[in-house]
């Protein structure tokens, strides 16, 4: 695989500062190497910038850093589109959830000229439905799968590219859902499964269910792994812990099985604040969780492959 490592020190999308030294705290936690050890051939395009803000307006006075968030959004499809278009994996290094934006959008305007529909896989404590009209915080951070799904209120926005239909979209690891998401989530077909559903059936029939369809349509797959999906006794360094998140195998695991499924197409990994962090142990654990996700494994044997 040729992976581009693309650096967004995106802090607009919530008000505590420090993800913006995420890809920092990355390279300084290996990143590159861990990959380059897997065979891989990693390319670090550096850090992508905002350029210059755009004058943007919101009817919500809550909203924070709109135009940033909007800088952010135009440079991140692009960068994503591009390594995408150029026969490359990308992997996002935030910055804050709001990433995704952008992101996802440069993913779903490659999947879009490539006729292949896209796949969301969301594995994140929170749901991040709200638009820019329902969010009570204001964080942007808290909006992209609503913008990803096409939901109105994203007026000073770029139309999204070919927003994805609910049934290509799962979440994983929910715990936090504010009352306007709720509302709304349970209008979709969006596939939430929170945690509740995770101790009852565990992590890995959900996921096959949802690998199988991707592959049943030929689908590209984006995963959007949010710090905050873990569990914060091992992952202290994310503004928004929330208790009860997937511990340390149950996360191995989703990004082995990921993997071994050869459906992943480009990836994010947001919300990390070094700042917060304990002696660089999140960074660290990000790092082994990406290197699960592109092929690290302790045995190598064809009886190991369940999927
Ligand atoms: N729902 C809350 C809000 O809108 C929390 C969002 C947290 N999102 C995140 N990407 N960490 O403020
Ligand atoms: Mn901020
Ligand atoms: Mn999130
Ligand atoms: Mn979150």
Redesign the pocket.
């Known amino acids: 695989n040729r992976i581009s490592l693309i650096g967004a020190p995106v802090d607009s999308?919530?008000r505590r500062r420090g993800c913006l030294m995420g890809p920092i705290a990355y390279r300084v936690a290996g990143i590159e190497r861990e990959l380059a050890e897997l065979g891989h051939e990693v390319t670090d395009l550096g850090d992508v910038a905002p350029g210059e803000l755009p004058q943007a307006e919101c009817p919500n006075p809550a909203v924070d850093q709109l135009p940033e968030t909007l800088g952010w959004t135009r440079a991140l499809r692009a960068r994503v589109a591009d390594a995408l278009d150029g026969g490359t994996m990308p992997v996002v290094m935030g910055g804050?959830?709001?990433l995704a934006l952008g992101s996802v959008a440069g993913a779903a305007q490659h999947a879009a000229q490539a006729g292949r529909p896209l796949f969301l896989l969301w594995l994140?404590?929170?749901?991040?439905y709200?638009t820019p009209l329902t969010?009570?915080?204001?964080?942007l951070?808290?909006?992209?799968v609503a913008y990803i799904a096409g939901r109105e209120g994203f007026d000073a926005f770029p139309a999204f590219p070919a927003p994805i239909p609910a049934e290509n979209i799962c979440m994983f690891g929910i715990r936090?859902?504010?009352a306007a998401?709720h509302a709304a989530l349970r209008e979709t077909k969006i596939t939430v499964n929170d945690m509740r559903v995770l101790d009852e059936r565990g992590i890995v029939a959900p996921l096959r269910e949802f690998l199988d369809r991707v592959r049943a349509a030929n689908g590209m797959l984006h995963v959007s792994l949010?710090v905050?999906f873990l569990d914060p006794s091992i992952a202290p360094a994310?503004?928004?812990t929330v208790p009860g998140g997937a511990t340390f195998r149950e996360a191995h695991l989703v990004c082995e099985l990921l993997h071994e499924s050869g459906l992943m197409t480009s990836l994010d990994l947001?919300?990390l604040n070094p700042f917060m962090d304990e002696r660089g142990r999140t960074a660290r654990l990000m790092v082994d969780l990406a290197g699960s996700l592109f092929g690290k494994k302790v045995f190598d044997l064809p009886t190991r492959s369940f999927l």
Not at 124 to 128: C, K, L, P, V
Not at 141 to 144: D, L, M, R, V
């Open positions: 999308g919530q804050d959830h709001s994140d404590a929170h749901s991040d709200h969010t009570v915080s204001g964080n951070h808290g909006t992209p936090s859902v504010d998401e949010d905050d994310v503004g928004t947001v919300e």
